[in-house]
């Protein structure tokens, strides 16, 4: 995998959401060298749990998640659970196992926002520590923490190969999965399929290009066999039944299911398409813009949305416009029937106007010739309200987009990366802070004081 030029930084422990961490014990082979199955590491597992990012901390290097509920038999004692990225020094005793990487937990880093949801496995080591796989979305990471700490995980290393042995669908849709598995000696038949990547690599699955193949899974399956676990994947819960939650009177009702739509994986997402287009006309703007997300999921396919996403750029709550164009510019060059509205959306003032220019860029990578004044407000994008000042170097990169994080800021995670002698087709580029904003890395000199 391509990496970005980096370099590591500790964490700093002081701030509202973190606190001293201890230093985490060697790991096992659960978490070093994962079961060859997903059921086999579901039975093995002491705690299955379904969470939901609760606060993120990218210059520090912490999610904290909540739970939402268990998914295995037994109750795991603690609500919230912080998981530490250190990408400067190993933590003590992990010795040669510990294996940071920044892209990889840039990319966790950068996926986690508030009310996302991801699914953790944990074995409670009777020699003392915890060891844990998470998934979020396209992504397995593998943490450890010390014996007597249920809250605190440090993060040892991502693990690609599961995305193609274990599964790499939505965290949603795997927890499904796991409340469906049969336990041991049941008869297999009966085991759920899941979604993994069949052909492609990691980054061809983030941007939709991957080949997805079905796998049975279940506790019995204990050793990985494609010629006796390969099926045809079919998702376990119907896309018409959610979408059809999005007319509910309740609007927790509402909210779920577009939430549920905006990380659904696979092509039975695109009949909830037209349900999602009459939403967006809702009287609720969290429904508006709840709906306006989950049509950035690139499974929907929802180019017939165009029309009704271009009045959304109207819409008289700015949250909703916004979402709007993160939707059209999630459309790429299908979006291209948008562009003269775009355009008089990015006459507005703040975050309208640059999600609007993101979106024009999106669709057309090559537009700031006919729209010169796209530069200037990705310029500000990626200052990152400020963060950054004294542009150094601008390259144009658009193959570094992932999983449709069309703006990361990487610096934020690694620091400062130090000057770099070629990058792609770019050469002798400074030593400075690292910012993405499709189809661009912005190299900046300087960056503001930390609050």
Known sequence: MLRTPRVWCGLVFACAIVTAVPPPPPAGAYIINPLPTLGFTASESTHILLVRVEKVNREKGVIVYHKVRDLSGKKYPKDTLKHAFNLK????????????????????????????????????????????????????????????????????????DMLRNYYCGSPAQLAVAVEKMSGRGANLDDNPVVPTLKEGSVSDLRAGRGKIGGLRVGHGRRNFNLERDTAEWEDPKAADAIAANLADKDGAVRLRAATELAHWFGPEAKAAVPALIAALKHDDPATRKAVATALANYHLDASSAVPALCEALKDKDSEVAVKASEALCALREKGKD??????????????????????????????????????????????????????????????????????????????????????????????????????????????????
């Open 89 to 160: 020094d190993a933590p003590a005793g992990a010795g040669k196992l510990f294996r940071p990487d920044g892209e990889e937990w840039g990319f966790v880093l950068n996926w986690a926002e508030p009310g996302k949801e991801a699914v953790i496995f944990i074995r409670k080591e009777n020699n003392g520590g915890d060891t844990s796989h998470t998934y979020i979305d396209q992504c397995w990471y593998g943490s450890s923490s010390t014996a007597d700490d249920w809250v605190w995980f440090h993060t040892l290393h991502t693990s690609p």
């Open 338 to 451: 948008a562009i003269p509205a775009l355009r008089e959306a990015m006459k507005a003032d703040g975050m309208r106007g640059e999600a609007a220019a993101a979106a024009l860029i999106g669709i057309d990578p090559d537009i700031e010739a006919e729209v010169p004044a796209v530069a200037g407000v990705l310029q500000k994008r990626a200052s990152v309200g400020g963060k950054y000042r004294n542009q150094l170097e601008r390259i144009k990169v658009p193959q570094d987009l992932a999983a449709r994080q069309f703006l990361r800021d990487q610096a934020a995670i690694v620091g400062v990366s130090p000057a770099t002698p070629a990058y792609r087709d770019h050469k002798n580029l400074p030593k400075g802070y690292w910012v993405y904003v499709y189809p661009y890395w912005y190299i900046w000199g300087e960056q503001s004081a930390l609050k």
